[in-house]
């Protein structure tokens, strides 16, 4: 069975440009989790789709970040412009809906750096 | 204050030997309570869970939970240099997460065991 795939899993942008993170969750995982860690401070609650409804997204830490899940399987996070502050490790997570918090996979993660 | 607290490391120990990982948290309320292990460049992987006061054993890995003290610890016995890796204590405020992994994350252990 296939793990949570990132994609890319590195990318390095300018400021003011755009970048676009892929993740696909594991086949049939219903729970879609963005979770982030800039350097030197831990992982951090991005947001949560339960199919392809944001069920918590107050993580968020600006308007300049947009994820989407269109149709309930892979998501897109966006952003746009990135600034030099939005560097850092980008995971994603899955789980199957109505399983425990034990049943969280997590991607490999995509390694922003924006210079 | 940290929600999630933990010692940074690195921390060495000898092959064989115990390590002992700990971790302190801000919320009372919390209700579930994760031990991740995070190789280089990988994704974290979840090793333990615990969700009542006590012990949980599992191989050579032994959580331990104290709701009062706000205090939850995990101890790896017969310590392999396969166990060298960043280990990370999440807490969830949730003990039936039907799909609400919002996890709070420490900004993990540096193990190493030395051969």
């Known amino acids: 069975e296939a793990g949570v795939t990132q994609f890319p899993s590195h990318s390095v942008i300018e400021k003011g440009q755009t970048v676009t993170l892929r993740c696909d969750p594991i086949?049939?995982?219903?729970?879609l989790y963005w979770y982030r860690r800039v350097m030197g401070k831990e992982i951090k609650f991005l947001l949560h789709f339960v199919k392809e409804s944001k069920q918590d997204e107050s993580g968020m830490p600006n308007n300049r970040f947009l994820a989407e899940r269109t149709g309930g399987t892979y998501s897109t996070l966006k952003v746009q412009p990135a600034e030099l502050e939005d560097s850092g490790v980008y995971f994603c997570a899955s789980s199957q809906y109505g399983q425990r918090g034990e049943k969280l996979f997590f991607g490999s993660g995509t390694q922003l750096s924006v210079l | 204050q940290k929600e999630v607290e933990q010692n940074s490391g690195p921390l060495s120990v000898p092959e064989g030997a115990i390590a002992s990982l700990n971790c302190t948290y801000s919320d009372r309320g919390s209700q579930s309570f994760f031990w991740y292990r995070q190789y280089s460049g990988k994704s974290p992987e979840l090793i333990m869970s615990?969700?009542?006061?006590g012990d949980k054993e599992d191989g050579r890995f032994t959580a331990q939970l104290n709701k009062a003290s706000q205090y939850v610890s995990l101890l790896i016995r017969d310590s392999q240099p396969s166990d060298s890796a960043t280990y990370l204590c999440a807490v969830n405020a949730y003990i039936w997460n039907f799909g609400n992994e919002k996890l709070t994350f420490g900004t993990g252990t540096r193990l190493t065991i030395i051969p």
């Open positions: 086949s049939g995982h219903d729970n």
């Open positions: 615990i969700y009542s006061n």
